[in-house]
């Protein structure tokens, strides 16, 4: 069993940057894939960002490829992502999650997730 515990958020203002990170306890960290998903007021849950188990492949929903990052540690048993240039329509609460397999971009594929934070974006 892993449990996540997401932090960083925050509010920030349009074209600033924001690190989001996600520690994790429980199970051999390094044996799981991770995502960060986010949902936003009325909206489904939507993929931002996975990253394999030793953090070699990343991938990128398309309207986060170049702003936003996607890095693990598997020393410190964090997964982080780093945003920068956000712009409003980033405002949701942010989740990461865990699963075993390859990386998917369907959040009912991920088996363990954090609470969430709350990231606000201000134009």
């Known amino acids: 069993q892993v449990q996540l515990v997401e932090s960083g958020g925050g509010l920030v203002q349009a074209g600033g940057s924001l690190r989001l990170s996600c520690a994790a306890s429980?199970?051999?960290?390094?044996?799981?894939?991770l995502g960060w998903f986010r949902q936003a007021p009325g909206k489904e849950r939507e993929f931002v960002a996975g990253i394999s188990w030793n953090g070699g492949s990343t991938y990128y929903a398309d309207s986060m490829k170049g702003r936003f990052t996607i890095s693990r540690d598997n020393s410190k048993i964090t997964v982080y992502l780093q945003m920068n240039s956000v712009k409003p329509e980033d405002t949701a609460v942010y989740y990461c999650?865990?699963?075993?397999?390859?990386?998917?971009?369907?959040?009912?594929?991920?088996?363990?997730w954090g609470q969430g934070t709350q990231v606000t974006v201000t134009s």
């Open positions: 999650a865990a699963r075993r397999m390859g990386v998917t971009t369907t959040p009912h594929d991920y088996y363990y």
């Open positions: 429980g199970g051999i960290f390094s044996s799981y894939v």
